[in-house]
Structure formats: structure tokens, C-alpha cells
């Protein structure tokens, strides 16, 4: 059966998760398009990616990216939605569950900084399989085009919003003042740059690969250091003035 999160995704795109037995012929040629698109535009750039590549990877004729996306654009961007449908079934449940918390009003300063860290670990990600992903963010960061605003306000404006808030409750900072809003973008980095610069941390620590040990270990070193800048931000902030307010990003 096809859950809540699964089927939200099959107005625009097939998630890679929904099993095959589930979809048609045609669902299933979608897919395939997608998920060899996530490989293809993961490692050339939208102008340089070539249609008949993805094609073939994805065992379609070529002109089947026009029947179901329209063009190359269209494919990218239910490549993009796609990316947001990973995302959002690894930190969505958890975000959901943060959320709901927070809005009762009945919160407790050691909980969300425990919030704090399950969230900032579940943005972790060291495995191969993820790196296509994690390029085309990338990608998105450095040279948006107008799928940054699907990668935004489909997962990752939420994950600001909600960090921002845990700081609120925690160390006094407002939410949507400046100075929270990069605290938590600062906390965020130390999660991202385990995928952004995954090699330098291989060579430097003279491992292998990033195995369960070594996951375990980031994971351990992330929370426990998220939690030590978070009271130390705590004493530091919670008896200042509320700062200015930060105006809305136009995007």
C-alpha cells in the first residue's frame, strides 16, 4: 500500500520508493527517467547534462522525456521534487514531530535542545549513494536556478524555521532575527559539511570509506558539540533584548 508520504508524490513524480508492482508502465518509465537524471544532472550541469545520456541510462527511448517532462527543464525539475521527496521521507516525520511540539506552548528548554541534536543528525548523510543528490544541492546553492525555490519551500525552509524556533525556546534568541537565524545555519554546517567535503574527512582520519563506526562517531561528535554551543548561547542570550527582526526572503 502506497502511505501518506509515498502518494503526495505521484501527482508530479514517482518516488524511487514506491515498489514497482504498485506503479504502471508508464509510472515506472517516469521513474526510471528521474532517478537516471538524479545520476546524470548530479555530475554535469543543467545546460551540459545530455537528454540522450539520461536516456539511455534510464533504458527509454529519448523521445520519451518530452511525452512525460516536456522538455529537459521539466525533467529537472521533477528530478528537483524528487530530491524533495528524499528528503523530506528522511527529516519530514521528524520536522512534523518538532513542530507539533513547539506549537503547544508547553515547552521545555532541555527537550528541544535535545530536538537540537536529533535534527542536526538527521541531516547527516555519508553514504555513497546520496552524493548525485548532494551535487545537485550543491549546484542549487551556488548558481540557484528557479528549482532552488522547490528545494526551499519544500524542505528546507522548514528545517530553517524550525531550528530557528528551537533556538527561541532554548536560548532566548526570536526566531526570525538575524542573529538566530545564522546561529542555526551555523549549526547546520557542521551536519552539511560531512556531505560537502565527505573526501577531506576520509583522508584526514585515514579511513577507508564511512562505515557504520564511522557514522556512529560524526553522529556522537555532531550532537555533542550542537549541545555545548547551544548553552553556551543560552547564557549568553537569554537575558539580552529581542533583536530586530529579519525581513522576508524573496526568492
Not at 33 to 46: D, N
Amino acid at each position: 500500500m502506497v502511505t501518506d508520504r509515498k502518494a503526495k508524490s505521484l501527482g508530479n513524480f514517482v518516488s524511487a520508493e514506491v515498489v514497482d508492482s504498485e506503479l504502471s508502465k508508464g509510472d515506472i518509465a517516469r521513474q526510471s527517467l528521474i532517478e537516471a537524471g538524479v545520476k546524470v544532472f548530479g555530475s554535469h550541469s543543467l545546460s551540459s547534462a545530455s537528454t540522450r545520456q539520461i536516456a539511455k541510462q534510464a533504458g527509454q527511448n529519448i523521445a520519451s522525456i518530452a511525452y512525460y517532462f516536456g522538455s529537459k527543464q521539466g525533467l529537472y525539475k521533477a528530478v528537483v521534487e524528487h530530491i524533495v521527496s528524499i528528503l523530506d521521507s528522511r527529516i519530514g516525520p521528524l520536522l512534523d514531530e518538532i513542530s507539533s511540539y513547539l506549537a503547544t506552548n508547553k515547552t521545555a528548554p532541555d527537550r528541544c535542545l535535545e530536538y537540537m541534536g536529533q535534527l542536526l543528525a538527521s541531516t547527516l548523510s555519508t553514504h555513497t549513494d546520496m552524493l548525485p543528490v548532494t551535487n545537485i544541492i550543491i549546484k542549487e546553492q551556488m548558481e540557484p536556478t528557479q528549482a532552488f525555490t522547490i528545494l526551499y519551500n519544500g524542505v528546507l525552509g522548514q528545517l530553517q524555521t524550525t531550528g530557528s524556533a528551537l533556538l527561541e525556546v532554548y536560548c532566548g534568541l526570536p526566531a526570525n532575527s538575524e542573529e538566530a537565524i545564522v546561529h542555526f545555519h551555523a549549526l547546520l554546517g557542521q551536519s552539511l559539511i560531512f556531505r560537502f567535503a565527505r573526501q577531506t574527512i576520509i583522508c584526514r582520519a585515514g579511513w577507508v570509506s564511512i562505515g557504520p563506526h564511522q557514522e556512529q562517531l560524526i553522529q556522537d561528535i555532531v550532537i555533542q558539540q550542537t549541545k555545548s554551543v547551544m548553552r553556551n548561547l543560552r547564557r549568553q542570550h537569554l537575558r539580552k533584548p529581542f533583536m530586530a527582526t529579519r525581513q522576508p526572503c524573496n526568492i
